[in-house]
C-alpha cells in the first residue's frame, strides 16, 4: 500500500478522504467507525466484521463493482494480479 516507495498506489482526493489510485483500481480506506455491516471479503471468503478497518476497491469508471476487502487479502490478491496479470487469474480459477 502507499508506505511502500515502490507501490503504485497514487493518493488522490482530499487527505480525509483516503482514496488511492493504482493499475486502474481505485481503493478507499474504510475507516471502523464507518464500518457498520458484515461484508465477505473475495479475499478468503470469511466475513468483514463491523468496526474492522478495510478497503473497498472497484475498477476506475465502474463504482458498480465495487467489493468491501480485508486489507491484507487485498494487498495479496492486488500483488499477484500485478505480477500474474491474466495468468495468475486463470490459476486461481
Ligand atoms: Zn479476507
Same mark, same amino acid.
Given at each position: +500500500?502507499?508506505?511502500? &516507495?515502490?507501490?503504485?498506489?497514487?493518493?488522490?482526493? &482530499?487527505?480525509?478522504?483516503?482514496?488511492?489510485?493504482?493499475?486502474?483500481?481505485?481503493?478507499?480506506?474504510? =475507516?471502523?467507525?464507518?464500518?457498520?455491516?458484515?461484508? *465477505?471479503?473475495?479475499?478468503?471468503? =470469511?466475513?468483514?466484521?463491523?468496526?474492522? +478497518?478495510?478497503?473497498?476497491?472497484?475498477?476506475?469508471?465502474?463504482?458498480? =463493482?465495487?467489493?468491501?476487502?480485508?486489507?491484507?487479502?487485498? &494487498?495479496?490478491?492486488?500483488?499477484?494480479?500485478? *505480477?500474474?496479470? &491474466?495468468?495468475?487469474?486463470?490459476?486461481?480459477?
Amino acid at each position: +500500500m502507499p508506505s511502500d &516507495e515502490r507501490s503504485p498506489w497514487r493518493f488522490r482526493g &482530499e487527505p480525509l478522504a483516503l482514496e488511492w489510485e493504482a493499475d486502474g483500481w481505485h481503493l478507499r480506506v474504510v =475507516q471502523p467507525y464507518r464500518a457498520l455491516k458484515v461484508y *465477505r471479503c473475495p479475499g478468503c471468503d =470469511q466475513e468483514i466484521l463491523p468496526r474492522t +478497518m478495510h478497503v473497498v476497491v472497484w475498477p476506475e469508471g465502474s463504482p458498480q =463493482q465495487r467489493r468491501h476487502w480485508h486489507r491484507p487479502c487485498w &494487498e495479496r490478491h492486488f500483488t499477484e494480479l500485478r *505480477r500474474g496479470g &491474466e495468468r495468475g487469474r486463470r490459476r486461481r480459477a
